[in-house]
């Protein structure tokens, strides 16, 4: 399966400041996905990453809160826009493959404290 | 999506076996039912998938009846470190790529 690294893997940051967490996969895949999970909460799918278009954003989600950018099959970013505590959270980068039944697979995730 | 009901949290010793089982009772034909493990700081990691039947790899067993409204995975001989949360997911739906994680099953292993 594919290996998939986040950067950073932990942050504090600033109320009101903006970061942009980085996902780098060790291949080419079709399907790139950023998650959100909440202190002791499940994953909440943020948004599915398009190459060479814009992200597809699920309810609740905005493109001018959590930008994405794809340039390529094997990188995406996320970025966490002016950032409140609630914003607290691990942001988790999955890939998948075109064939939808096909397992993801996650990232270790990047773990966000605001203060 | 159809969506699944586990059991919030599970004890087990080690060396036992443990079976969780997910209830999915609106699953559509084309849904697979896939489990994930997550252990705290990590991303949730693959154990299984299945769409019938039994479904055996090196980590564990999945069982799914004919009528694939529930499904149970059993982990033969549990240790500490097996001590995770559990994740069992229907779908996605032909045509999404969406998957929708439930509350998961909280499973601890006791020595």
Redesign the interface.
């Known amino acids: ?1 594919a290996v ?1 690294s986040q950067k950073p893997s932990r942050d504090i940051c600033q109320r009101g400041t903006s970061l942009t967490i980085q996902c780098q996969v060790d291949s080419q895949v079709t ?1 790139m ?1 950023w998650y959100r999970q909440q202190p002791g ?5 943020i948004a ?1 990453a398009n190459q060479g278009s814009e992200a597809t954003y ?1 309810s609740g989600f905005v493109i001018d809160k959590f930008p994405i950018s794809r340039p390529n099959l094997t990188f995406s970013t996320l970025t966490v826009s002016n950032m409140s505590p609630e914003d607290s959270s691990i942001y ?1 980068c ?1 890939v ?1 493959s075109s064939f ?2 096909q ?7 990047t ?1 966000l404290s605001i203060l | 999506l159809a969506k699944t009901t586990q059991p919030i949290s599970m004890d087990s010793y080690e060396g036992q076996e443990v079976n969780i089982t997910c209830s999915h009772n609106n699953i559509a034909t084309n849904d697979y039912i896939t489990w994930y493990q997550q252990f705290p700081s990590q991303g949730p990691r693959f154990i299984i998938q299945g769409y019938k039947t039994k479904v055996t790899n090196e980590v564990a067993s999945l069982f799914i009846p004919a009528d694939r409204k529930s499904s149970t995975l059993s982990l033969p001989r549990v240790s500490l470190s097996d001590t995770a949360v559990y994740y069992c997911l229907v779908g996605p739906e032909a045509g999404s790529y969406q998957l929708t994680f439930g509350k998961g099953t909280k499973l601890s292993v006791i020595p």
């Open positions: 399966s998939i399907m996905f909460q499940s994953l909440t799918l599915t699920e988790l999955s998948g939808g039944n397992p993801q697979h996650f990232g270790d995730g773990r």
